[in-house]
């Protein structure tokens, strides 16, 4: 039996700057120097973290997301995954409304009158 329950779209948004390090469970995280941050932002731009998967090994560089992040770490790191359930993974603007009705319907016995009276939000949601 599938489900179509969330999509995973790692964007976030961005939050204040933090100046010391942050300490999750899974992730690491070191405020980006600012020499760098520069050079990725613009006017009036966010301000970014390295992240890095706890227990790493040292060589693994870490990856530079929007400080936001570090605010959805925790929730994405203990969010609760079924056996069954389906992830639709894509890229923006590549189809992914397109593919969410697709599968939902499939996996619903081509229910089109359930379909036009229930939002695709809420009958397919997105795991950001």
């Given at each position: 039996?599938?489900?179509?329950?969330?999509?995973?779209?790692?964007?976030?948004?961005?939050?204040e700057?933090?100046t010391?390090?942050?300490r999750?469970?899974m992730?690491?995280?070191?405020?980006?120097?600012?020499?760098?941050?520069?050079?990725l932002?613009?006017?009036?731009?966010?301000?970014?973290?390295e992240?890095?998967?706890k227990d790493s090994?040292?060589?693994?560089?870490?990856?530079?997301?929007?400080?936001?992040?570090?605010?959805?770490?925790?929730?994405?790191?203990?969010?609760?995954?079924?056996?069954?359930?389906?992830w639709i993974?894509?890229f923006?603007?590549?189809?992914t409304?397109w593919?969410q009705?697709?599968v939902?319907?499939?996996?619903?016995?081509?229910?089109?009158?359930?379909?036009?009276?229930?939002?695709?939000?809420?009958r397919?949601?997105?795991?950001?």
């Amino acid at each position: 039996h599938w489900l179509c329950r969330f999509q995973l779209l790692l964007s976030v948004w961005f939050r204040e700057f933090t100046t010391k390090q942050v300490r999750l469970k899974m992730f690491d995280f070191k405020p980006l120097e600012f020499d760098a941050a520069d050079s990725l932002g613009c006017p009036g731009a966010p301000t970014f973290v390295e992240v890095k998967l706890k227990d790493s090994p040292e060589e693994t560089k870490p990856c530079v997301l929007p400080a936001k992040f570090v605010d959805y770490a925790d929730r994405i790191r203990n969010f609760q995954v079924y056996e069954d359930d389906v992830w639709i993974v894509t890229f923006p603007k590549c189809g992914t409304t397109w593919t969410q009705e697709m599968v939902w319907l499939i996996d619903h016995d081509l229910d089109y009158d359930t379909a036009k009276q229930v939002n695709l939000n809420a009958r397919s949601v997105f795991f950001e």
